[in-house]
């Protein structure tokens, strides 16, 4: 991937596109739980804390939801590329980053890669439909309501 910066509004026609191929190594959260052999997740819950640890393919893209809150990720093996309509960082194992709420994500795995997030789980709930209702949201416009109702 090369270091342009691209718009929400690319970033949103990228994942169009892609969810229109048929090709297992490109997914999109887009809110939705993700279940597939590609991608696998694990889910692990400790006090007021829910961790979510994707495996990610080489060569495999992930357009995830937007993150409501503040929360930290790590890669624990691999090596990534994270863009954003605002920034766009290579990431090599072991990391850790604190990301900020509101970023679409797109993820590209140059090696086979762990990614974990952790969010706050102040309920302690494991319904991890529960779960991603508070978490992320869908898309900008989701995100934008969530943002005005939690102000």
Same mark, same amino acid.
């Given at each position: 991937?090369?270091?342009? $910066? *691209?718009s929400r509004k690319e970033?949103?026609?990228?994942?169009?596109?892609?969810?229109?191929?048929?090709?297992?190594? /490109?997914?999109?959260?887009?809110?939705?739980?993700?279940?597939?052999?590609?991608?696998? $997740?694990?889910?692990?819950?400790? #006090?007021?804390? +829910? &961790?979510? =640890?994707? #495996?990610?393919?080489?060569?495999?893209?992930?357009?995830?939801? &937007?993150?409501?809150? $503040?929360? /930290?990720?790590?890669?624990?093996?691999?090596?990534? %590329? @994270?863009?954003?309509?605002?920034? =766009? =960082?290579? !990431?090599?194992?072991?990391? !850790?980053?604190?990301? =900020?709420?509101?970023?679409?994500?797109? &993820? !590209?795995?140059?090696? #086979?890669?762990?990614? *974990?997030?952790?969010?706050?789980?102040?309920?302690? %709930?494991?319904?991890?439909?529960?779960?991603?209702?508070?978490? @992320?949201?869908?898309?900008?416009?989701? !995100?934008?309501? +969530?943002?005005?109702?939690?102000?």
């Amino acid at each position: 991937m090369d270091n342009k $910066l *691209i718009s929400r509004k690319e970033i949103v026609e990228l994942e169009k596109l892609l969810l229109e191929t048929d090709d297992e190594r /490109v997914v999109s959260n887009g809110g939705e739980i993700m279940h597939c052999e590609e991608f696998p $997740l694990k889910h692990s819950f400790a #006090d007021g804390i +829910y &961790i979510r =640890q994707m #495996d990610m393919k080489k060569n495999s893209v992930v357009i995830g939801a &937007i993150h409501n809150h $503040l929360h /930290v990720w790590f890669l624990l093996t691999g090596k990534l %590329t @994270v863009t954003t309509e605002s920034d =766009q =960082q290579d !990431y090599l194992a072991p990391c !850790y980053v604190v990301s =900020q709420p509101g970023a679409k994500r797109v &993820i !590209y795995a140059h090696e #086979d890669s762990i990614f *974990i997030n952790i969010h706050k789980n102040p309920t302690n %709930t494991q319904d991890i439909n529960e779960l991603e209702k508070e978490i @992320v949201s869908k898309n900008y416009k989701e !995100y934008e309501q +969530y943002i005005n109702k939690n102000k």
